[in-house]
């Protein structure tokens, strides 16, 4: 591979941390690179040429120079701030729970290109459309796709036979929804119950995972969130206990639920 001395590309900033009197640790998602903390020396001397250009949330160009630890950043240019978003307290509490996301389901230095896009995409829906709670849970079911967690919805998971419209048990060992016979001899005390609305919104967006819904995909399923909200903050939780060992992730989960 080769290492260049500087390279550029485009990010969102997840977070940043104070170091010393006048610099930050900013920690970005990248699009060609996954996750970097980088140095941003100066940044908080007033002036600095950084400007406001390192905002958490901020979609950016930025030039890193490599370090012998951490690299640094030489320059940033927003491409978006997402200014409609910035005056919504709710929306932002959403994007900063979609960075905490991405920040932990994001490796360091592993691009996963589809990632950064969801990210930025979703970023871009919160600042332009209403709803903001159908782009979050959009969001969330395409990280759960695109980091190989995501369960099945359509058919019954044990027996392959098609599903009716009615509440379900979903067994997360299993990876999926039960009919009712193969439900009748499921013994995994980890699974519960899904109602036929959250299954409902569950099954559109997984239909739609190869789409770019808009303002009038949200407005459908404005009525139907809560079931499938609390079925992907139960289920993300149950992934949280087995695969990630960060109490934060926890705390996250379930701060987020109430
Ligand atoms: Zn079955």
Redesign the pocket.
């Known amino acids: 591979m080769v290492r260049n001395r500087v390279y550029k590309t485009d990010a969102v900033v997840l977070k940043q941390m104070p170091l010393g009197e006048t610099n930050r640790i900013i920690t970005f998602y990248t699009r060609e690179y996954g996750k970097i903390a980088a140095i941003a020396r100066g940044v908080r001397r007033p002036g600095s040429k950084f400007g406001g250009s390192l905002e958490i949330l901020n979609h950016v160009e930025a030039a890193f120079g490599r370090g012998r630890s951490l690299d640094s950043v030489n320059e940033c240019v927003v491409i978006n701030s997402y200014k409609y978003l910035r005056q919504n307290l709710t929306a932002i509490a959403q994007g900063i729970y979609i960075a905490e996301l991405v920040d932990i389901f994001g490796e360091d230095r592993s691009a996963n290109i589809r990632l950064f896009e969801i990210l930025s995409e979703t970023l871009s829906n919160l600042d332009r459309y209403e709803n903001s709670e159908f782009w979050v849970l959009w969001f969330e079911f395409r990280l759960l796709h695109f980091s190989g967690f995501l369960p099945e919805f359509i058919?019954?998971?044990?027996?392959?036979?098609p599903?009716d419209r009615s509440d379900h048990t979903f067994n997360p060992v299993a990876g999926g929804i039960?009919?009712?016979?193969?439900?009748d001899s499921d013994v995994n005390d980890q699974s519960w119950v899904v109602s036929v609305t959250g299954l409902t919104v569950l099954r559109y967006f997984q239909r739609s995972l190869e789409l770019t819904l808009g303002q009038a995909d949200a407005d459908i399923s404005v009525v139907d969130l809560l079931d499938v909200k609390t079925f992907l903050r139960i289920y993300m939780r149950y992934i949280a206990e087995r695969d990630f060992k960060s109490t934060g992730f926890l705390d996250l989960i379930k701060f987020k639920n109430n």
Not at 178 to 183: G, K, N
């Open positions: 058919d019954c998971v044990e027996c392959r036979s599903l039960l009919c009712p016979l193969c439900a």
